[in-house]
């Protein structure tokens, strides 16, 4: 193994999107898991929204073998943890999840996927249910009346700058808002997700100070990517909640330094390039994240903006301590001098494409320790590779 390496221990990605069921042409667990141990991260948190959406205690177990299939073909003992999608016809599901699912997640703006939970009536119900069953609530905060209201000021239009209009900061901290009200009334525990505005980050504070019990999650791509990034990358940064702006983006910075921000979650949710280059409107939200993760992360502490010890807190150490997880010995190693361009050629994700090729970035993974099973990340190394 080479000199000059520094362990780590290894990530953990509580938001990602790996498509099983039902859009294993976009991501599997088989490219998934490859794609995750690339970047250092040893356990996921899947989100719900799949087809069919895991509504029911019986969908989750059936993703849960699903999953079980393709790892065991991946030969990667990725460690995971399957979130439970909240809908109207199935709040009688959730006690029945409480000991499978890793919490509940609410799409409050409409989003990929039909789980969308827009009325008051049904906020309040699936927030009581969780403060009674002490299930973990995370949440898709956009404003969706909001959204639909912004909607109707750029029919036909295609640029896709407006997806950042369409869906205005305003209805960010609309639902935020609305979030931390609900989990003050029903005392429950709350996780405000892709966290990606100055306004949201002040009503999280706010809500910290008084002594709300709420979590804040951002993305790389809003701590990596803002609205002028449109002009190049068009659609393909199209996600929600969309990008924002480069004052934005510093603020998270600042919120990741003095706590604001708790974790870092990719939302790690690949489509086909042919599908991205479809007209705005048609072409779907959502960009690949996980595989490069830790090298962006790297390259900002090589920037100081941040440094290791605060990495490690925002993707492993707090994460454990708010979903409850035990401790566990994974590692990954790292080359903090390595420099090396961010190519399409080679990347782990079914979708072979990123928003940040040709980036030059500096600090690498080389090597991956889960469960005891040592992969080496590059062919500088010897070893097992993936």
Not at 41 to 60: A, G
Request: net charge neutral.
């Amino acid at each position: 193994m080479k000199e000059g390496l520094t362990a780590l221990p290894a990530l953990i990605d509580p938001h990602v999107h790996f498509r099983t069921p039902g859009a294993t042409y976009k991501e599997d667990w088989i490219s998934g898991a490859k794609a995750a141990i690339q970047s250092g991260v040893t356990t996921v948190f899947d989100m719900p929204n799949n087809t069919p959406s895991c509504t029911t205690l019986q969908e989750l177990q059936n993703k849960h073998a699903l999953i079980q299939n393709q790892l065991e073909e991946a030969g990667i003992p990725l460690r995971y943890h399957l979130y439970f999608g909240a809908d109207r016809r199935h709040y009688r599901e959730i006690p029945k999840v409480k000991d499978y699912a890793i919490g509940i997640k609410i799409f409050m703006g409409c989003s990929t996927g039909d789980l969308l939970i827009d009325d008051m009536a049904s906020l309040n119900e699936i927030f009581k249910m969780a403060a009674d069953h002490d299930m973990l609530i995370s949440v898709h905060a956009e404003d969706e009346p909001t959204i639909q209201q912004n909607k109707k000021k750029f029919v036909d239009v295609q640029d896709p700058l407006i997806h950042s209009k369409i869906r205005s900061r305003q209805a960010a901290a609309l639902a935020v808002e609305k979030a931390l009200n609900l989990a003050e009334k029903h005392r429950a525990r709350l996780c405000i997700l892709h966290v990606g505005s100055k306004e949201e980050l002040s009503l999280i504070r706010a809500a910290k100070a008084a002594g709300i019990t709420v979590y804040a999650e951002t993305s790389p791509h809003h701590l990596f990517l803002v609205v002028d990034d449109y002009l190049k990358w068009g659609n393909l940064v199209q996600v929600n909640p969309p990008l924002r702006e480069k004052e934005d983006q510093d603020a998270l910075w600042e919120a990741i330094r003095d706590g604001t921000i708790d974790y870092l979650g990719t939302d790690h949710a690949p489509h086909t390039l042919e599908e991205k280059k479809l007209p705005y409107g048609k072409a779907p939200s959502g960009l690949p994240s996980i595989e490069l993760l830790l090298p962006l992360l790297l390259h900002a502490v090589n920037q100081k903006k941040i440094d290791l010890n605060t990495l490690v807190k925002i993707t492993r150490k707090n994460i454990e301590t708010i979903f409850r997880l035990p401790p566990n010995d994974d590692l990954v190693l790292i080359d903090l001098n390595r420099i090396r361009e961010v190519q399409d050629e080679g990347l782990k994700t079914k979708c072979g494409w990123s928003p940040y090729r040709g980036r030059v970035l500096q600090g690498w993974p080389v090597c991956t320790i889960i469960q005891g099973r040592v992969f080496h990340l590059d062919d500088t190394h010897k070893g097992i590779h993936v």
